[in-house]
């Protein structure tokens, strides 16, 4: 399959700012929200519905690509189901049992005093109110389905169709990419990313659905921002771990 000029161009321009532009805008904006975040009670929910906002158009693009583009259709970025309801229901179940063993480690380090593991990287991230749970709930949801559409199905499906790659090396290219959009994070946080995402695509490469993976990513990134131990400000203004872990 060799795409059409039009979806080449559109292709190389998501790829473009997936690769650069993406990243460099979230460390910008992470590095904004802890300087002002103790000042702007409303910097928080700005910078989640921009993120929100910016990854619902990258998707639309994803879709506007396959739209273009007549070798390509839904199913072939993933967006068809494939699994059994109990092999669906039966991962799900596994992965909350584990990610409830997470959060039961994670507070029992904060109540000893001791940062839970990986936090550092995603500190800011954590909501302090309920307004802010919201708006964490609501870039969970948003990142679990639109980054499986855009990093998972469509830039494995570009770099089969456009580039002639390998699905196994496409896939790598793209994971390449979903970890760049994760620079704020710093390296710690980006291994942690490049596993998951390690996970999620070989999830993808076995089942050919991105159901399983959206529903995954959301409730990974949902046990993530609202499930941790809750950080608070000292009277320095600097943010740690609440030793209760309550919000």
């Known amino acids: ?93 596994g992965f909350l049992v584990a990610a409830t063993f997470s959060v039961l480690v994670f507070r029992r380090s904060a109540a000893r005093g001791g940062a839970a593991p990986g936090l550092e990287a995603v500190v800011h991230l954590l909501p302090r109110t309920t307004a802010e749970r919201w708006y964490a709930a609501g870039l969970s949801v948003t990142a679990g389905v639109t980054e499986e559409i855009v990093y998972r199905g469509l830039l494995i499906a570009v770099g089969t169709g456009a580039l002639g790659l390998s699905e196994e090396v496409a896939a790598l290219a793209a994971l390449t990419v979903f970890v760049a959009g994760h620079f704020y994070q710093g390296w710690r946080g980006m291994f942690t990313v490049t596993l998951i995402g390690f996970a999620l695509t070989a999830l993808y490469l076995r089942t050919g659905s991105l159901l399983l993976p959206i529903l995954l990513h959301a409730l990974i990134d949902l046990r993530g921002l609202l499930l941790s131990p809750n950080p608070r400000r000292e009277p320095a203004g600097e943010p740690v771990v609440n030793p209760a872990g309550t919000r």
């Open 1 to 93: 399959m060799s795409f059409t000029p039009l979806a080449l161009v559109l292709s190389a321009v998501l790829v473009g700012y997936l690769a650069v532009v993406s990243p460099l805008l979230g460390k910008r904006a992470y590095d904004r929200l802890a300087r002002t975040r103790d000042l702007d009670p409303t910097a928080y929910r700005r910078m989640f519905a921009f993120w929100c906002a910016e990854l619902w158009v990258l998707a639309a693009v994803a879709l506007l690509i396959v739209a273009v583009e007549p070798g390509l259709d839904a199913a072939g970025i993933g967006l068809v189901v494939k699994e059994p309801p109990s092999e669906i229901i039966g991962m799900i179940i």
